[in-house]
């Protein structure tokens, strides 16, 4: 996202000096770095304020996403107004949070208080017609990382129908509606404001969109409509998917396979999950590289253990956030989303199960095993764990003890054994079709499992991927 703004604040620069925009390309550069200073240095203060750590990246997308709502503006007659907007938006992350998670889209609460309070709103300039291809195209290219095509997609299908309904007929300009499509790819996907499960982000979306459309008809004459849309259904997200950030203390970390590390992190507050589900983790660290300070990962612990535990593989030459957690000392904290996700077991204990992990792609199932321990409760299950060696293999203990609870494991050696195929399915899970499959391990395997299943008939699939989660976690 961050990269992807900076080639459209480029862009529209480019084009101003062109001429094909009518802005002053010194206002546009120069407005962008003075919302950039202002958005990272109160994000700074504010951190210290509230005792947080500061987040440069989410600093600077919203200070890109001002530049490309807000004005543009030159800079002589607008430090005010611009001033004013930045801090607002740093400050209702801090200020309007709930277990330290913000309530509100920053940026569009920002312009909607700077329009009610110093006349001063949004005009949306970033999408423009000659903008448009680099909206879409760079936005598709966002939706492919993080998986929110459901999202945007109920979104733009009901603002299209209800603008054709509302008007009596579709043209071609109710489509080229390019301030919507850069709402839609940039603004409306926020993480921490939008539902986090597939059937939610599509309410969301369609909710957004009646909103939208429907507030000039409520309101007439009203010129807020974006943002106002989007503010309630950050409400609107509020009560469907009610969500918090967690503090967790490290209290210790320890190897359990070649290259993989359990990190242990004591909650500094109650909370509650179910085993399967994954958080958010927020780690600032010095010199982010392009997938900057976040990370999906599953909690590996089950409920019933005191302590909330990360498992992740950590190659020699691994990512910055990985570097940071490895680096991270005992007592030092990090921060975490509340608990997400549905791949979980299904409550009736009848269903017979099918389990198939690729390398680390194991923890959610580790979770939920030592759940079926804790609760000395037996399910059907039978588990495909797979791992280039032997060596590689963790919670091999656990997974030899669940035998009592009804777990069979046949472990994987791809390097030997080849990987698991349509011919390894029938042989190891000889009732595969009765079974309801969960698999969970890199995207590329995932994708590659489940269509396999799809062609043998398997009638129920769950599927475990995070955005971005490539090879490891």
Known sequence: MLYYLLLLWATSVILSFAGYLPYNPVDILLSGVYLGVVCNLANYF????????????????????????????????????????????????????????????????????????INSGASWWGGSIYTLSVVILGGLLVLTKIKRFGLVGSFLLIYFLGKA???????????????????????LVEPLTSPSTRNKQVIFGAAVALSYVFLPRIIPGYAYGLETALLLGNLLNLALSPSFNLVLTLREKKKVAQDTWDFYFEPMSKFTFTSGQYLEWTLPHKNPDSRGFRRYFTISSSPEEKQVMLTTRVAEKGSSFKSALMNLKVREELVASSPQGDFVLPKDKTIPLAFIAGGIGVTPFRGMVNHLLAKDEKRDIVLLFSNKEEKEIAFKELFEKAKDAGVKTFYINTTKDGHIDEEMIREKISDYQKRTFYISGPQLMVEAIGKMLLKMNVAKIKTDLFPGYAETQ
């Open 46 to 117: 504010l951190a210290k304020i509230f005792k947080a750590r500061a987040n440069l990246e989410s600093a600077s997308i919203t200070a890109l996403i001002l530049s490309l709502i807000f004005g543009p503006l030159a800079l002589s007659e607008s430090l005010f107004a611009l001033t004013f907007v930045g801090v607002v938006c740093m400050a209702s992350k801090y200020v309007l949070a709930i277990k330290k998670k913000h309530i509100f889209n920053p940026a569009a609460l920002g312009v909607f208080l700077s329009a009610i309070f």
């Open 165 to 187: 309904f509302l008007s009596g007929n579709f043209t071609i300009n109710s489509f080229l509606a390019p301030p919507v499509w850069f709402f839609a790819f940039v603004m």
